[in-house]
């Protein structure tokens, strides 16, 4: 079993800055990627970046350039930095354990609400 909680949302002005953190416990050999998603409501969950344990990452398009996502392997945790923060950035973030043979592990999750 693997433990998700992240931390770090709020309210933030247009145009500005938060970071987010995952941190996990548990069975953390067992994670191979921990990536970020968001959803709004009446959306879809969407991912948003991932990061694997050989350090391969994937941003995705619509967050290219604004946010970054790191690891700190010896506190088991990912990083989300986002910067110039747009107000279609307001959701709530969730972090995701990749596991092989689970179905991964989600984090209760975080809002972060962008007002313009």
């Known amino acids: 079993q693997v433990q998700l909680v992240e931390s770090g949302g709020g309210l933030v002005q247009a145009g500005g800055s938060l970071r987010l953190s995952c941190t996990a416990s548990?069975?953390?050999?067992?994670?191979?990627?921990i990536a970020w998603y968001r959803q709004t409501p009446g959306k879809q969950r969407e991912l948003v970046a991932a990061?694997?344990?050989?350090?391969?990452?994937n941003v995705v398009d619509s967050v290219q350039g604004r946010f970054t996502i790191s690891r700190d392997n010896a506190k088991n945790t990912v990083y989300l930095q986002m910067n110039s923060l747009r107000p279609e950035d307001t959701a709530v973030y969730y972090c995701n354990a990749e596991s092989l043979g689970t179905p991964g592990y989600w984090g209760q999750g975080t809002q972060v609400t962008v007002s313009s």
């Open positions: 548990g069975s953390t050999f067992s994670i191979n990627a």
């Open positions: 990061i694997s344990n050989a350090g391969n990452i």
